[in-house]
């Protein structure tokens, strides 16, 4: 339905154009998420920053190409060209996308879990210590971090990223207590 409406969503004369996504939902503790393209979503725990989603890009098709026997893995490093590259078919508003990964087993969120979901313009400039280190910084708000991930990816852009975004969010874990 995502698909259908971004694909319908144009000036009369112009061509469509396409976006990656990444989603999260939570309810009580579990995060539910959803992804196309190779906008991520990431989990910080601890000292530790882990990738949750997977980039949907033409590597990917290559690597399930060498997975299944049609292709070796020699020859699919020689496409280096692309390897990076977003095909048809991993962005919503082309029409009919092909690949989504939609989680319907969520997982357990932990108290100061952080939850970071980003375009490609902050994961194609910044590393994941960069990033990982901005996100511990305890000195800043939230709000605040999010605005330093985007001025830094913007500031240090070298190759004319067409966008950067970012959302984040923390778990808390509050008891309720009712008082008599």
Request: charged residues 30%; proline residues 1%; neutral net charge.
């Amino acid at each position: 339905a995502i698909d259908k409406v971004i694909h319908d969503f144009h000036e009369e004369g112009e061509k469509g154009s396409g976006t990656t996504m990444v989603a999260v939902i939570t309810e009580v503790n579990r995060l539910y998420w959803a992804s196309v393209g190779d906008s991520r979503i990431y989990l910080l725990r601890g000292d530790e920053i882990k990738l949750v989603t997977r980039d949907h890009n033409y590597y990917l098709r290559l690597m399930q190409m060498v997975e299944n026997g049609s292709m070796t893995k020699e020859e699919a490093m020689r496409r280096e060209y692309a390897i990076k590259q977003l095909t048809r078919k991993e962005k919503l508003g082309i029409g009919n996308v092909k690949l989504m990964d939609v989680i319907d087993k969520p997982f357990e969120m932990q108290t100061g879990d952080m939850v970071l979901l980003c375009s490609n313009g902050v994961t194609k400039t910044l590393s994941k210590d960069r990033i990982k280190m901005i996100l511990k910084n305890d000195a800043v708000s939230m709000q605040k971090k999010a605005e330093i991930l985007v001025e830094a990816a913007v500031r240090e852009n070298t190759h004319s990223q067409d966008n950067t975004s970012v959302a984040l969010l923390q778990y808390i874990e509050t008891k309720i207590t009712k008082e008599r």
